[in-house]
């Protein structure tokens, strides 16, 4: 089953997350044989309805058992937030997405 993580290539205080974004590559790598990782284009509308545009890598990578592979990609989720001055992380396993705060 499919698993994605979505981290910003810039956190909210516009410092990079280059490093942060090669070490969840290589956790995802270790946790599941290997990753796809594609830039693509996140965005999202803030309580005053401004529309913003954020600079993403998808991290892409296989699971074989869904409960496993939602506890390890959530426990990432949070050291990325830990990490950075990100409000959320995006995370789907199996087609089910989670916004973990």
Not at 20 to 43: E, F, H, P, R, S
Request: proline share 2%.
């Amino acid at each position: 089953m499919k698993v994605e993580l979505i981290i910003p290539a810039q956190d909210n205080d516009g410092s990079d997350n280059s490093a942060i974004i090669t070490a969840a590559i290589k956790d995802m790598c270790q946790l599941y044989g290997g990753a796809t990782v594609y830039d693509a284009a996140g965005y999202w509308i803030n309580d005053n309805g401004h529309l913003y545009e954020d600079a993403v890598k998808v991290l892409v990578s296989a699971a074989t058992k869904p409960d496993e592979a939602k506890a390890e990609l959530t426990k990432l989720a949070r050291d990325i937030l830990d990490a950075t001055d990100q409000e959320a992380v995006f995370v789907s396993v199996g087609g089910d997405a989670e916004i973990i705060e």
